[in-house]
């Protein structure tokens, strides 16, 4: 389906969250030229172009992206939420849901080197099933466990994959 | 012949009992995953790939080949037993797929769709080893400015071919640009985007970027919008399937096989369009036009060869030119990126015995899966029941110790999540995940490329068309750059060119373009399509506006 084929689709409800994802183009279109701005282009024989032209580019079609969607939402685009097996289409997006998942992934990225992967690692799982609607606690807590501690030494010892084993060195 | 030979040193490679078991659990891992709902074949190898770090590159490589098909057959198990299809890929398998199981036939389902998976796989498989030698012949002749062109081609095949909205599709080739500069610059060192954070100097690492957004984005999406009532798996026994399914699959599997390969090969090519030709095609030819829509054997016999011989055909350009086609190349390229190995044309060269190993070890995984596949369905099928709670949890336990792996360090876990929030977003306003992943990888490369073309012009941007012959001293035109400049061009303009064809072309032929259309547009409605009065296009056409 092409931009002009949506536009002339019935009239839809207008999401004025699209707004906001231009807006976010647009700064990170600014973002760039800036930083492309910023750098010194002393181009050389050997590099006539120089590492300034290239993000001037992309920052550039960002904001022109950016004024193109705004255009478009306007007269009604709108981008299609995309489907799958789990997902029940006509649901309101629960956001509390996935700020809480934010929420236990940044404990993970906070504790991990502290406390190793086996308690970070368990605890993100732990919480993860939590907050997505689980309520077999003591089942969870020993899933979580034996998740973390197999794959510790599963992968990170037998493996070699670089997982912490933080306040647990020695024990494990 | 040759290649015959060095295939054969791979199969040597490939074939030691230490290898054979890793890419026996390469296929069950992979199947396994694939297997749970969405899970798709890019995100099983982009979640797995961290954990084969350990690894020397040939045993993971071949591991890796074993995850692949694994995760494409686990795919189609998912699409015909539930009713919602993952993936684009296996949108056409669904419909008649799922029609089956529905109606008791699910084992036989399953029988056509392994066993066509497996032949188309191995011709496949087989027409790689034919080509990939020889495009990568006609690759060592290019220079910067036809690669420049050949990239950029896979740019706006990615961006403008697939996917509902080209203006979406651009919008996210952008943000991978983006993403692809951050770093130090190649050439001069400077860094660009890196906001003074030491981290960053070396860029962000493409296994984050795919395992956050395609793993964590995905989480957070479906978290948002987990349906809270269970879903419903069609219970199957041991796949088989008797003479007359055997009768009408093997015409379908060979034809499925002949639209995947050569799609799958060419930059615009993926496997959307051969699954849905594929089916279009068995619906015209059956001799049982009756059962479609209600679970012809045919429609999925099909189009799950198309999308496995798709997925052999990808793997022409991946290897011969280092250029990604779909998702699932595109984080396999990254996987060789991740052991210090050069992707581009001299690959078959300098990793001559690697390729062929990873040649063999997809004949030997497809082989083993078959093998796998009919007696494990039942254990398949009861995957898919796994509580959706640990199902999510899982992969956010498993994206986030796969993104720490790469490094080593919890920085990476950040950009996880950034990635993550962004994968997020994009599946929100819909725009497409490939051209981003895509962009992410050949972005730095296209750079360089387009930087080496203008060098050897001194800056002028003819450098771009062609080069200076080195015996004459003039410049000449690159022929084949100016083709390729040529293509991107018909593909920018192709919408205007189709209404154009459309209008001049007889109202029969128009009618025939019109449903093609709305098949691949809304493919559960194909049968309703067929099933109306071709004699009353009028009412049709009002009932669609």
Redesign the interface.
């Known amino acids: ?3 002009a084929a ?1 536009a002339t689709a019935p009239a839809r409800h207008r999401d004025y ?2 707004y906001g ?1 231009c807006g ?2 647009a700064l ?1 279109g600014i ?2 030229l800036l ?2 701005a910023r ?2 282009n ?2 050389t ?7 300034k032209p ?2 001037l580019l ?1 920052g550039g ?2 904001i022109v ?1 950016a004024v ?2 705004a255009v ?1 939402v306007a007269r009604g ?13 006509h ?1 309101r ?3 509390k ?2 700020l809480l ?2 929420g ?3 404990a ?2 906070l504790l ?2 502290l406390l190793g ?1 086996v308690i970070s ?1 368990g605890l ?3 919480g ?7 309520r077999h606690f003591v089942r ?1 807590l020993v ?1 979580a466990a034996a ?2 501690l197999g ?1 510790f030494y599963g ?1 990170a010892i037998g ?6 084993a933080g306040i647990l060195q020695g024990i494990l | 012949m040759d290649n015959l030979e060095l295939l054969l040193q791979g199969f040597a490679t490939a074939a030691t009992p230490v290898n054979l078991l890793l890419a026996l659990i390469g296929v069950i891992v992979g199947t396994a995953v694939g297997v749970l ?2 899970i798709g074949p890019a995100m099983t190898v982009a979640l797995l790939l ?6 020397e590159p040939t045993s993971a490589l071949i591991m890796l080949a074993g995850i692949f098909y694994g995760g494409m057959y686990g795919g189609s198990t ?1 699409s015909i037993l ?1 009713n ?3 993936e684009s890929s296996s949108v056409v398998t669904a419909i008649e797929g799922n029609q089956m199981a529905r109606g008791g036939r699910a084992a036989q389902a399953l029988a056509t769709a392994a066993l066509g998976s497996f032949i188309a796989g191995t011709i496949g498989t087989a027409l790689l080893v034919f080509f990939a030698p020889l495009v990568t012949q006609f690759a060592i002749s290019l220079g910067a400015p036809e690669y420049f062109a050949i990239m950029l081609l896979a740019f706006i095949a990615v961006t403008a071919v697939f996917g ?5 599709g ?2 996210s080739l ?2 991978g ?2 993403i692809g ?1 951050v770093g130090l ?1 190649s ?2 060192g ?1 860094a ?2 890196t ?1 003074g954070i030491p981290q960053l100097s070396d860029g962000i690492d493409v296994v984050v970027v795919a395992v956050g957004i395609f793993a ?1 984005g ?11 009532r269970a ?1 419903e798996v069609i219970p199957v026994g041991r796949p088989w399937m008797g003479r007359e399914d055997f009768k009408r699959s093997w015409k379908p599997w060979l034809r499925g096989t002949a639209y995947g390969f050569p799609f799958g090969a060419v930059p615009a090519g993926g496997a959307e369009i051969p699954t849905f030709l594929s089916y279009i095609t068995e619906k015209r030819l059956t001799k049982h036009p009756e059962e479609f829509g209600k679970g012809a054997i045919e429609g999925v016999a099909g189009p799950e060869a198309a999308n496995n011989a798709s997925a052999a055909g990808t793997m022409v350009p991946m290897l011969s030119l280092g250029l990604p086609t779909n998702a699932t190349a595109a984080v396999m390229l990254a996987a060789l990126v991740s052991y210090g190995i050069q992707p581009g044309p001299l690959l078959l060269q300098r990793e001559g015995e690697l390729v062929w190993a990873l040649i063999a070890s997809l004949f030997i995984g497809n082989t083993l899966l078959l093998i796998l596949n009919l007696p494990l369905a039942p254990l398949w099928a009861k995957l898919l029941r796994i ?8 992969i ?3 994206a ?2 796969g993104a ?2 790469v ?2 360090s ?1 920085f990476d ?2 950009l996880l ?1 950034v990635m ?2 962004l994968g ?2 994009m ?5 497409p995940v490939l051209p981003l992943i895509i962009a992410v990888i050949l972005g730095p490369r296209i ?1 360089l490329q ?2 080496r073309a ?2 050897l012009s ?2 002028e941007l003819k450098g771009l068309f062609g080069s200076v012959n080195v015996s004459t001293g003039q410049f000449q035109l690159s022929p084949i750059a100016v083709t390729v400049y040529l293509i991107i061009l018909i593909v920018l303009a192709w ?1 205007l060119l189709f209404a154009l064809i459309r209008k001049a072309l007889p109202a029969k032929a128009q009618e025939a373009l019109e449903v093609v259309h709305e098949e691949r ?1 809304h493919p559960q409605h194909a049968d309703d399509v067929s099933v109306e009065p071709p004699a009353d296009p009028e009412a049709r056409e009002k009932s669609r506006q």
Do not use: C, K
Request: net charge negative; aromatic share 10%; charged share 15%.
């Open positions: 389906m092409t931009e949506t969250a699209e994802l976010f183009l990170t973002v760039v930083d492309a750098l010194s002393n181009t024989g050997v590099d006539p172009v120089g590492p290239v993000p992309v079609a960002l992206l193109a969607l478009a685009s709108r981008g299609e939420a995309e489907a799958g097996e789990d997902i029940d289409p649901s997006a629960d956001y849901t996935v998942l934010i236990v992934f940044i993970n990225i991990i080197d992967w690692g993100l799982f732990y993860s099933a939590i907050v997505l609607g689980s969870d899933i998740l973390s794959t992968f493996l070699g994959v670089a997982l912490p | 709902p969405g961290p954990i084969l770090g350990g690894l998912t539930l919602t299809p993952g509902a909205s080209r203006l979406r651009f919008i952008m943000l640009l983006t500069l610059d050439v001069s400077q660009r985007l906001f964590l995905e989480a957070l999406w479906v978290a948002a919008h987990l349906r809270r879903v509580p959706r709670p640990y199902l999510y949890a899982g956010l336990f498993f986030s110790m720490y792996a490094n080593g919890s876990l950040i999540l993550g929030v997020f977003v599946r929100r306003f819909g725009l750079e387009g930087r203008l060098q001194s800056g919408p547009v």
